[in-house]
């Protein structure tokens, strides 16, 4: 636990979080100070959709974003839509594009299935049965939620042992889809092989990687520009979350 007691950032705070029982192991930082979540803000949302999934309000499988996409292209990042604007810059299924797009895409979908605003089904399905009091959606279902780490630390432990979804339904979620497309991962490079699934990063064979040298291929998580982070090692049955103050960077690598 010495890595926790050393983490240095900008008021920033870090848990480990492991075991059966869903314990916080370690922690340094303040824990109820709240942060921008920015793109971790993404594993949230698939788990609303996972939920989604699994009531039958909507299936992996159908038509949803550009023409010949559905809601799985949509999570896995597949869909061809750009970064940041409502354009398609290859078609389904060739391209591993990061798509912030593709996120708000997808929670106006669900809005529209549902019949309720996004950030509502949002709290029924996530973040109020999680017991995130602390947490809100300012913004877009990509990089809106605001929150502390003691709330982003329950979310880890829901990762490690899931209690809204199947264990079934996280294994698919967190198993690459659409496997060996190469796109960009953003601060880290090109990759032949940029491995994701449905709204989870895998890590698999990826190098340099932002969960660091110790975690297995089996790692799964995101990161967000404002210096959050949240990785499950499956393997060892430990989760890391973090929210920090300073921008996403090179330090993240040796955190």
Same mark, same amino acid.
């Given at each position: ?16 979080? $492991? &075991?059966? @029982?869903? !314990? ?5 930082? @303040? ?12 594993? #949230? ?17 159908? *038509? ?26 290859? *078609?389904? $299924?060739?391209?591993?594009? %990061? ?21 509502? %089904? ?18 877009? *279902? ?8 003691? @709330?982003? /630390? ?6 490690? #042992?899931?209690? +809204?979804? #199947? ?12 496997? &060996?497309?190469? &796109? ?12 994701? &699934? +449905? $709204? ?10 932002? !969960? ?6 089996? !790692?799964? $998580?995101?990161?967000?520009? /404002?210096?959050?982070? +949240? ?25």
């Amino acid at each position: 636990m010495a890595l926790v007691d050393g983490w240095q950032t900008q008021g920033g705070a870090v848990a480990v979080v $492991g &075991g059966t @029982d869903r !314990t916080v192991l370690a922690v340094g930082g @303040d824990v109820l100070r709240s942060s921008r979540w920015a793109s971790v803000t993404k594993l #949230a949302t698939a788990l609303a959709v996972l939920v989604a999934v699994e009531e039958e309000v909507l299936d992996l499988d159908e *038509p949803a974003g550009p023409p010949g996409a559905t809601v799985r292209h949509l999570l896995a990042h597949a869909s061809g839509l750009a970064f940041d604007e409502e354009r398609t810059l290859a *078609p389904p $299924g060739r391209r591993r594009i %990061y798509s912030n797009t593709g996120f708000e895409v997808l929670g106006t979908f669900l809005a529209k299935r549902v019949a309720m605003p996004f950030e509502r %089904y949002l709290y029924e399905a996530v973040t109020e049965p999680l017991g995130l009091e602390g947490t809100r959606l300012e913004g877009s *279902p990509a990089a809106g939620l605001v929150g502390p780490l003691d @709330d982003l /630390s329950r979310l880890a432990a829901e990762l490690l #042992a899931p209690t +809204l979804v #199947a264990p079934t339904t996280l294994r698919l979620a967190t198993t690459v889809t659409f496997p &060996g497309l190469a &796109g960009v991962l953003p601060g880290f490079g090109f990759h032949g092989a940029q491995d994701w &699934g +449905l $709204g989870f990063e895998v890590r698999d064979g990826k190098w340099p990687h932002w !969960t660091g040298s110790r975690c297995s291929p089996a !790692t799964f $998580g995101h990161f967000g520009a /404002s210096g959050s982070f +949240l990785w499950v090692d499956p393997g060892i049955g430990l989760a890391c979350a973090a929210l920090s103050g300073r921008p996403f960077g090179a330090w993240a690598r040796h955190a």
